[in-house]
C-alpha cells in the first residue's frame, strides 16, 4: 500500500492552462506538505497543512492554491501555468509539525510547461 | 532568516572510496535528519540525530551531529554503486526546512 500517493505522476501541458495534482495519505497523519524541486535539485517547501489547516506559505505565486478537504487529502492547483512552473512536485506528510517529525514523500508529480 | 547549507553540492567518487557531505546551520537546531533521493525518486528517510555530539551507524553510514547543533555530517565508507543519488539534511527549527542537498555519482 502507497503510504502518500499523488496523480498524476507526469503532466505536460501548455503555457497558460490551469492544472491539478490530487494528493493522499493513508498513514494517519495530521500535517500534510507540498514541496517544489527545481532542475537542480533544490529541495523547497511551497505549503503546509495541519488538520486542515493552512500553517506554511511561503512566497508561492498567488496562482497556486492549495486546497485540504479533509486531513488525509491535499490537492495543489496552479493557474495560468507558466514555463517555470515546471518542475518536481512532492506531497509529502508526517504525523505532526513539531521537531523530530519524520517526512514521509510521495513519488512526485513531474510537471512540464510548453 | 533560517538557513541549512550543505557541502559539497556534487561528489564524484571511485567505487570503493569514502563520500562525506557537511550540512551547516545558522541557527541551533534542535534535531537534524538526513534523507537520501535515489535517481528518479523521492526522498526518504534515513535517520534523526537529536543529541549534541551524537553519533549513529547504519552500516556503512555514520552520521554526526556537532557539539553545538549547528552542524552534522553524512560519511559512507568504502561506497557502492547503490549509494548513489542526492542526499539531504533537513534542520528542524519551528519548521524543516531542507539543505541543497550532495548529489553522490559513483564511477564504476
Known amino acids: 500500500d502507497t503510504a502518500v500517493s499523488q496523480t498524476p505522476k507526469y503532466l505536460v501541458t501548455q503555457m497558460g492552462n490551469d492544472k491539478s495534482i490530487k494528493c493522499e495519505q493513508n498513514?494517519?497523519?495530521?500535517?500534510m506538505y507540498w514541496y517544489k524541486q527545481d532542475s537542480k535539485k533544490f529541495l523547497k517547501i511551497m505549503f503546509s497543512?495541519?488538520?486542515?489547516?493552512?500553517?506554511i506559505n511561503e512566497t508561492v505565486p498567488n496562482r497556486f492554491s492549495p486546497k485540504s478537504p479533509d486531513k488525509a487529502h491535499l490537492n495543489l492547483h496552479i493557474n495560468s501555468l507558466e514555463l517555470g512552473d515546471s518542475a518536481v512536485y512532492f506531497c509529502a506528510s508526517s504525523q505532526g509539525t513539531g521537531p523530530g517529525n519524520t517526512i514521509y514523500f510521495g513519488e512526485g508529480s513531474w510537471l512540464t510547461v510548453v | 532568516g533560517q538557513q541549512v547549507m550543505q557541502i559539497p553540492q556534487y561528489q564524484h567518487v571511485q567505487e570503493g572510496e569514502d563520500f562525506t557531505t557537511y550540512c551547516n546551520s545558522s541557527?541551533?537546531?534542535?534535531?537534524i535528519q538526513w534523507y537520501k533521493q535515489r535517481p528518479g525518486g523521492h526522498p526518504v528517510f534515513l535517520i534523526q540525530?537529536?543529541?549534541?555530539?551524537e553519533v549513529k551507524k547504519q552500516k556503512r553510514l555514520t552520521f554526526q551531529f556537532g557539539e553545538a547543533k549547528k552542524n552534522s555530517s553524512l560519511h559512507i565508507t568504502a561506497t557502492q554503486t547503490t549509494d548513489v543519488g542526492t542526499y539531504f539534511c533537513a534542520g528542524p527549527r519551528d519548521k524543516i526546512i531542507f539543505g541543497k542537498g550532495t548529489r553522490l555519482h559513483i564511477l564504476p
Open positions: 497543512y495541519n488538520n486542515k489547516e493552512l500553517i
Open positions: 541557527t541551533t537546531l534542535s534535531n
Open positions: 540525530l537529536v543529541k549534541s555530539g
Open positions: 498513514l494517519g497523519h495530521d500535517t
